[in-house]
């Protein structure tokens, strides 16, 4: 059986918080010097590890294997959010490259071909999972020319100053793998709260965004009397209010909706606001609340507009992410990986969060491992493990990751 070692992994987890570190947290948005730093860093480490390795034309770092036969692709994300967690991406970047390691340290395992990735832009600096959908033959054109940040830099700006543009771009090399497996902390209160360890992903969410903007009249805010004013932040209000109140009848169990982001213009406490913007985002694993969401809103919004005054434009704020299923073989590797290392105290549980895993997933079987998550913060510098948590996640996954390449290459053709 493969064994991973606790302080390297442990060491390269804090080399790589070391790269963009902002008191607890770290601050890697995607196509960053830091970001960048970052990707050139843990290809060093993965040639090390003795991967072939490359920065590819989006920023995905790849480490391919030269052992022959079926592979593993094992990996997450480099990049953070704003203001991000050490661990989210992080962990299962540095467990994938912990796992080549201690696969290729065991006899009975250093013949079998793990790939490693750390994929970029999955926190939807330009789009979510920009990384695996370039690696899976998704990301189009059309996207790739619309794709803005929120500071207005364009997807090519930031190509160009990360010096990738031009760089050749990877994509999934056809028969060369048996699946994709991705671990990650929970980012959730649902393990700690359990006394679990080890999450087994069954779905992981899709996710649509639409964003709102609303078009008043500024004004004065002592002589504009209520009934003449065109208040574009009073009009947001409302129809933040009326998502709030009417969602919760057409949500599922664990739907979820977030307001997160809005504008206000000018933002000054003498004048009415004549501009407003808002961003909603709803998630859910199946289609059906998120269309009924959708539908909520267009009502909302053509009952606002027919009311004058204030004009309401909604257009959707990102590409959606369609909710996804986890392959059920890879499951059950990982599954009896758990049990092995910490019997009775694993579970299946759904994301909450997107992931690679669920792009990956429309072109290989994938699945993905959780870890608990303290206090189930994340997004937030303040995200954390514990260390046995982290190092006891490795050794499940390196034993998963042995059992489904020794299935695939048992029987090549057959899923692991
Ligand atoms: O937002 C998400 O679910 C992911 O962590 N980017
Ligand atoms: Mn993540
Ligand atoms: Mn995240």
Known sequence: MPHIDPERLLSDLRDLRSIGAQGKGVVRPAFSPKDMEARGWLKGRYEEAGLDATIDGVGNVIGRSRNPGKALLVGSHSDTQPTGGWLDGALGVIYGLEVVRALAADDATCHLAVDAVSFQDEESRFMGCLGSRSLTGTL?????????????????????EAGLAGVPRQRLAPG??????????EQGPDLEDSGRKIGVVSSIVGLRGIRFAFRGQQNHAGTTMMARRRDAASALYELAHRINQEFPQAAGERTVWTMGRLRIEPNAPSIVPGYAELDLQFRDASEAPLDAFEKIVARLVADMN?????SIEAVPSRTPIPPTRMDAGLQEHIARAAERHAPGRWQHMPSGAFHDAGYVSASLPSA???????G?????????SRDEDIVLGCQVLADAVASILAAANAAPGRNP
Not at 176 to 185: D, K, M, T
Not at 376 to 384: K, L, P, Q, T, V
């Open 140 to 160: 189009s054109q059309e996207m790739e020319q619309r794709a803005v940040d929120h500071r207005g830099v364009t997807l090519a700006e930031a190509l160009r």
């Open 176 to 185: 060369r793998y048996a699946g994709f497996v991705e671990a990650h902390i």
């Open 306 to 310: 027919a009311r004058g005054g204030v």
């Open 368 to 374: 993905m491992l959780f870890i608990p998550s303290i």
């Open 376 to 384: 189930g913060i994340s997004h937030d510098f303040a995200e954390d």
